[in-house]
Each structure stands twice: as C-alpha cells, then as structure tokens.
C-alpha cells in the first residue's frame, strides 16, 4: 500500500473512532467572550497589523486511556507549531503556542486558513485545518483541539 494512502486511512479510521461529543478541532469564539491571557506566541514575516488577527488556545485530548466518571480527563494545553496560510494556500506566518498552549498574531484583515503542524512522520496528533477571518480591530479567538490518539 502506498505510504500516502495508509496515512489517509489511518487519520479516517482515528476520526471515525473518535467519540461523540468531544469538541470540534477547532471552535472560532465570539469576540464579547474573554481571550485568553498574554502569551509568548511569536510570528514572523507579517506586518504589525494595528489591533486585529488571532489569539486563542491549542489543547489535546484525551489524555488519559480510559475516562471515568469520578475521575475526569480534562484536554491539557499543547505547544506546537502553527502556520496561517492564505485561501490559496500561501503561507503568511508561522508561529508557536506557548507552553499553555497559548498564541496571540497580530494579522491583516481578511479570510485565511490555519494549518495546525503535525510532528515529523507521525500522523497523531492531528488537528484539522480551519478556515477563520480576522474583521478589523478586532482578535479573532480560536481554540484548537488536538486529537491525541489515545482511545
């Protein structure tokens, strides 16, 4: 079988097996709610854009192998790298979450793309792209959710 396609079977089978109601890779929040704190996200080869872009928070889960209802499993913050792609498929910036799991990037307003990095030769964990815009003056909030693997 090609390495290609064992991979996209490998990341449909881990979807498929994923349990009902965990939350979505990716969940845009609405400006009124309250950002997450400061970070030590970094981006580079942007433009300061004056008071808009993306601030949120990337976690993982499950982290544990069996959830159990008197002893919960809560998803735990994630420091990885992130790539914001324009709708083409240009990259804009590349950036870390912090160790919480934190990013803030100031961006340009419009619609792009964010590409969470997967590791090196590993398909898990694995999050989804999303497509997300940035309005003017304001921070767009997204939690990124890592699919850990662990079943």
């Known amino acids: 079988m090609k390495p290609t396609l064992a991979l996209c079977l490998l990341i449909l089978l881990v979807s498929a097996c994923a349990p009902k109601g965990q939350p979505a890779p990716f969940n845009l929040v609405s400006p009124s709610e309250t950002p997450p704190s400061s970070s030590s996200g970094t981006s580079s080869g942007v433009p300061p854009a004056s008071g808009s872009g993306i601030r949120g928070q990337v976690l993982i889960g499950p982290s544990c192998p ?3 209802v008197d ?8 420091q990885t790298t992130l790539t914001v792609l324009t709708l083409d498929g240009q990259e ?8 919480e799991g934190k990013f803030e990037v ?4 419009g619609d792009y793309v964010l590409h969470p990095d997967l590791p090196a030769g590993r398909p898990i964990p694995f999050a989804a792209d999303a497509q997300f815009t940035v309005i003017p003056d304001e921070f767009t909030n997204i939690i990124v959710t890592y699919d850990s693997g662990i079943r």
């Open 92 to 99: 804009v910036t590349r950036f870390s979450s912090d160790a």
């Open 106 to 109: 100031n961006l340009p307003p």
């Open 71 to 78: 002893n919960p499993c809560p998803d735990q913050p994630y």
């Open 66 to 68: 069996v959830v159990q």
